[in-house]
Structure formats: C-alpha cells, structure tokens
C-alpha cells in the first residue's frame, strides 16, 4: 500500500514524502504489458499473440515510464484528495528515487488555497455617482454632428483665426536651441481647440492670420511619454499657412432625416440614449473601484506566495520595459528599484487577494458563466478583426488559457453584481462634468 507521510505544514505551504512499493509498480507494469500485447505486432507472432515474456523484452521501457508517470498522478491525486487540499498552482514533485526493483518514493510539494471568511456583504453601504444628461450636453452632440457631416471650407476673407477653426500650419520647434526629432512638420492640419498639440500651442495661434509668422512657447507636461522632454521649455517657429472653417449647418428635421433618422427628436432621444450608458458605465466603473477597495479592506487570509510572485513577476516585466522606453510615470521615474518593487508588489498581494475572494463567492454561490454568455464574448471579440473573425474563433477554441482570460472579467462582473445586489446602494447626484474625470482620480 502506498504511504503518504506528511513532513512540512508551514502556511499554506504542504509537503509529503510518498512511497510507492514495488509490487504495486510491478502489477501496475504486467497491466499496462498486457494492454500492450493485446495490440503489439512483433515478428515472428500473430498480433496479441505474442507472449508476456516477449512484450515485456520489447516494451519494458516504455511502459515503465508510463507506469511511473500514472502512479506518480494517481498519488498526487490520492494525497489531495483525502487531506481535501486545494492547490494554488501546480504541486511539484521532486526527490524521485527507485522505481524498477525497489519501491519508488519522491516528495510533494503544493501551496494551498486558504480557508477564506467571507464579510457580510449586507452590512457593506455604499454611495452611486449618477448625472443627469443635460439639454445642453445633447445640443453640443448635435452640433459635432452636423459639423462632421460637411469639411471644412478654405476661409477667403481676411480675418484671424480663432477656436474652432482649421489651420494648415508648418512649425520647427527647439528645446534649448537645439532641434528635436518629430518637431517640426509642413503643412500640417490642425483644428483649434482639438487639444491636439501640448500646453497653450493652440491659443496661441488664435489671432493669427494667413501668411503671420510667430513664435510660440510652450511647456511639455511632465508626464510626457518622452521622458528626456517632460517639463522642458520649447519653442515652435510657426507660420499659417491657410486657414478653414466650417460653414454653419442648420440644425432640423433635414439633418436628422439625412443622419438616418426620422425626427430630431429621434435623433436627440438616440444621442440622449448614449449619453446615458456612458455615464452609466462610469459610473458603474467608480462604484466597483469602491466595492474592491472595500472588499480588499475587509478580508485579512494569507495569501500563496507562489501566486504573489508570479502576479508580481508580471506587474515588474512591465515596469521595466515602461522604464527601458521611457514610458514609466514622472512619479514612479523618481522613485529606486526597492521603493517600486515594495509599491508594486502591494498591488500584487491586492490583486490576488481580490481574485482568490471573488472566485470564493463565485464557488460557494454558485456563480458560473453561460455557455451563451462566453459565446457572445467570443463574437464581440471576433469583430474587432474584421476579416479575421475565423482565426480569432479559432485561437480561443484551441487555447485553454486564451479562454479562461476571456471568462475572468464576465466572472468577475456577475460577482460584482451580485454583491452590490446585496449591499446597500444610495444614490449621489453630482454634475456630468465631475462624473466624466472620476476615473482619472482612481489609482490602481
């Protein structure tokens, strides 16, 4: 009989030294010959007619291998289930000695899932930003629209530009006096007021008229994605070289009947509609950053440090190449190796505890993913490659992991929902505007 003794209990972590006898290797392995010789062709026999001896001359090798791999999963097997242990990741086997004519032993190692309390989730309370979408937010939709519908018109009259014109400039800039790659261009397109370009580039050439030439100063934020010019002062030599602009566009029944609606009322209860589902996803996104920190607040369980390290193994890949191409954050640019590493595997150990606990609501409640539901999923993201929407089919079909990213964040969502159904939710009322850069107040 197999025996199972446990040497480490430390944590989460678990370790046995497990020996298997010979005879059970060697009744395993005149099973697994037999099998062989049912099918085996050798010469000189009609197949399956072949004697034990002379399949065990042949296949010997093979079905030891064979045989050891089995009962080194059948013992894995047997010791986590008896103990009802969970693996966190892949248990490890190591030490693995005899096997051919003594007993076969090796260790087990595995790191367990932990035991986790969950809060009560009624007792949680928390406040929903919700806005109103304003008249005068469907007016402005409107406007944009029926200025798409047309390009804008060389302006042929004499006067300055100003916001919301289009102007085709050239600019050379310089920081320090010295030229810069990607600063300087020739008959580039610009709409004032589009926030395209850094800083007050585009006030300052409200003003300006065909055929003026100025200089204008500016400052790169610091957060610039190149890092060498965050902060830095620079100058653009700029000269306009033509000036658009649209013409005005009656707002009435026709455009709407031209957009492909049959009123305008239509059309503002459609552009009313967006609005609203975007507001409402906001809004959703602010309230579920406030669940997850309160989620992460109220659960204290260790977590399996083999989990910890790969999520951080991960999140620090990512540092270092943002680093490498200069991409990291002017904070984080300041900070050494050791203050980033201790931030980030913070973020780690909050990540993993979050998914541990929303995938123990999701076990214990009974909270699984439709098969229509995945389905769906798929068929979304095989649209965002037109032309391709086989092989992305395909690559999720055929990958295991590619799947279960795509199940993750549905699981993730219906969890979400079902905790804030029993919590208590009030509503704040609050203006679009702040509703709208919520987000960018959220950190990881």
């Known amino acids: ?79 986590l289930t008896e103990r009802k242990l969970r693996p966190a990741v892949q248990p490890k086997v190591d030490a693995l000695e005899g096997g051919e004519e003594k007993d076969l032993s090796f260790t087990l190692e595995v790191e367990v899932l932990p035991e986790i309390k969950q809060a009560d989730f009624a007792k949680m309370s928390f406040e929903r930003q919700v806005a109103d979408v304003a008249p005068k937010t469907i007016d402005e939709a409107v406007e944009r629209i029926a200025k798409s519908m047309h390009q804008p018109e060389e302006v042929t009259e004499k006067r300055a530009a100003k916001m919301g014109d289009t102007v085709e400039i050239d600019f050379d800039g310089s920081v320090d006096g010295k030229s810069e790659p990607g600063m300087k261009a020739e008959n580039h397109s610009l709409e004032l007021g589009s926030h395209a370009l850094i800083d007050t580039f585009e006030d300052q050439i409200v003003g300006m008229k065909v055929g003026d030439k100025k200089d204008i100063k500016v400052t790169f934020p610091d957060d610039y994605h190149a890092e060498h010019l965050s902060g830095k002062k620079a ?3 700029v000269a306009l070289k033509k000036l658009l602009a649209h013409k005005p566009v009656e707002v009435n029944e026709a455009l709407a009947t031209e957009i492909g609606f049959p009123s305008m009322d239509k059309l503002r209860e459609r552009i009313a509609d967006d609005i609203a589902a975007n507001y409402a996803q906001i809004s959703r996104l602010v309230l579920k950053r406030a669940l997850m920190d309160k989620l992460a607040d109220a659960h204290a369980f260790d977590l399996p440090e083999s989990m910890v390290e790969s999520e951080f193994d991960g999140i620090w890949e990512q540092v270092q190449k943002d680093k490498a191409e200069g991409h990291l954050s002017p904070e984080d640019a300041k900070k050494s190796d050791k203050a980033l590493k201790d931030e980030y595997l913070k973020i780690a150990q909050r990540r993993v505890r979050l998914g541990l606990l929303l995938a123990d609501v999701a076990e214990k409640n009974k909270i699984e993913v439709a098969p229509t539901e995945m389905r769906n999923a798929m068929i979304a993201e095989a649209r965002r490659f037109p032309g391709q929407e086989k092989l ?34 009030t509503e704040k009322k609050i203006d679009a505007e702040e509703l709208i850069h919520l987000p960018e107040k959220m950190e990881d």
């Open 392 to 425: 992305v089919v395909d690559y999720y079909t055929k990958n295991p992991g590619a799947i279960e990213r795509l199940r993750a964040p549905l699981l993730e969502d219906k969890v979400v929902d079902f905790v804030l159904a029993l919590a208590k939710i």
């Open 235 to 237: 100058v653009f030599a």
């Open 1 to 79: 009989m197999t025996k199972i003794e446990e040497t480490k209990t430390e944590g989460l972590k678990r370790a046995f030294k497990i020996v298997v006898p010979q005879a059970e290797l060697e009744a395993a392995l005149s099973k697994r010959l037999e099998e062989i010789g049912k099918k085996a062709k050798i010469q000189g026999f009609r197949p399956g007619k072949a004697p034990l001896a002379i399949i065990r001359q042949h296949y010997a090798h093979q079905a030891q291998h064979e045989v050891i791999d089995q009962v080194i999963n059948d013992s894995v097997h047997q010791t």
